[in-house]
């Protein structure tokens, strides 16, 4: 299986995944061969690519962390309790989903000890804000498994993950505008998410304090230049330093309709940059060593000019994996091999 951009994509490409919006509602089948009205369906709904099989992908497999079923579940689940905020009715059932989900995706994580995260971002613009509440679950479960969070530190750090936004529900729709930037006032009003957020679990349910707090500092910088409180250092909860480092490599890796998506390199370097003034010097340390910038399947252009395929990553080089090449089918070590010394990967295509 292989990724190919939206923009890429040629009818009759046989599609190697099924696709699903957030309600769980099947966008297209796998085995299916991909029509013209598809490709502009997909453009339409803002998705950077879908993934296909072809003679030179057919063997590689996607390394899923979490298993799509539990992403299916978590995306429904997050979709469901956000459009819930402004019913008075008691959440207990949506709480007991919650923490049935969350109990999912730490089994997953868990379960694999050389884990990476190795996802190809593909939500859609209607649905962005429930793929990347997911998407965060994810990575932050994956950095807190590596920091060896104990295990209930780590349900409360994939909850807090799910629901950090949810205060963003609470205020006008105009806030949550997708279509533009935000104007300076919009963006000031829209920082008072964090205790709306945190207002809005307290009284409704009944997760940890460690939950709450999480989702009331998730916008905190290590510096103590960021809101709502301005907390410092070690002030700030350890899951609030993980949550803010893997909600800004999210959202800086999505596509959205006023601009396009970073690329993930080019996102890890910003993020190590910013190590000590925004982030966590910690969580930026084991993120740069768990995080695929090239995940599987992607396709690269190397410094030579040839395309390739990414068919594996070596955690600790995340700049250097091995490549599958699009025009021989030969595989290049980039890591290993010495001959291949001199390449370098100067773009992913998404
Ligand atoms: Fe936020």
């Not at 390394?63 to 995306?75: D, F, I, L, M, R």
């Not at 729709?173 to 008072?192: C, F």
């Not at 910003?270 to 966590?280: S, V």
């Not at 290993?336 to 100067?346: H, K, L, M, V």
Request: proline letters at 4%; a negative charge; glycine letters at 6%.
């Amino acid at each position: 299986m292989r990724f190919v951009p939206t923009e890429q994509l040629v009818p009759g490409m046989i599609l190697g995944q099924d696709m699903f919006d957030a309600m769980g509602i099947k966008l297209l089948s796998k085995e299916n061969a991909i029509t013209r009205e598809n490709i502009s369906y997909l453009e339409f709904i803002g998705t950077a690519g879908v993934y296909i099989d072809d003679e030179i992908s057919k063997d590689i497999a996607l390394k899923e962390v979490v298993s799509p079923q539990v992403k299916q579940q978590a995306v429904a689940l997050i979709q469901d309790v956000f459009s819930k905020t402004e019913d008075d009715d008691a959440l207990e059932p949506e709480e007991r989903m919650i923490r049935l989900v969350v109990e999912n995706v730490v089994d997953d994580v868990l379960a694999d000890e050389n884990v990476m995260y190795n996802i190809i971002d593909i939500k859609t613009y209607s649905d962005y804000t429930y793929f990347h509440s997911m998407n965060v679950g994810v990575l932050a479960g994956i950095l807190g498994a590596k920091m060896s969070l104990p295990e209930d530190e780590m349900k409360d750090l994939v909850t807090s993950a799910f629901l950090h936004d949810i205060g963003k529900m609470l205020l006008p729709d105009h806030l949550r505008n997708m279509e533009r930037r935000l104007t300076p006032q919009e963006r000031e009003n829209l920082r008072n998410h964090s205790q709306l957020g945190y207002d809005y679990l307290t009284e409704k349910f009944s997760f940890s304090d460690r939950v709450n707090q999480a989702v009331y500092q998730h916008h905190e910088w290590y510096n103590g230049q960021g809101y709502p409180n301005r907390y410092k250092g070690k002030e700030l909860c350890r899951n609030a330093r993980i949550l803010r480092a893997a909600d800004q490599y999210d959202t800086m890796t999505s596509k959205m309709p006023y601009r396009p998506a970073y690329q993930p390199a080019d996102v890890m370097e910003y993020i190590m940059a910013r190590t000590g003034l925004e982030f966590d010097p910690q969580v930026v340390k084991v993120m740069s060593s768990q995080l695929c910038i090239y995940p599987i399947g992607s396709e690269v252009v190397l410094s030579d000019g040839r395309h390739g395929i990414v068919v594996e990553n070596h955690i600790g080089f995340i700049g250097r994996p091995t490549i599958r090449l699009m025009d021989t089918g030969e595989e290049i070590n980039l890591r290993g091999d010495r001959s291949a010394y001199n390449i370098t990967i100067t773009q992913l295509l998404v």
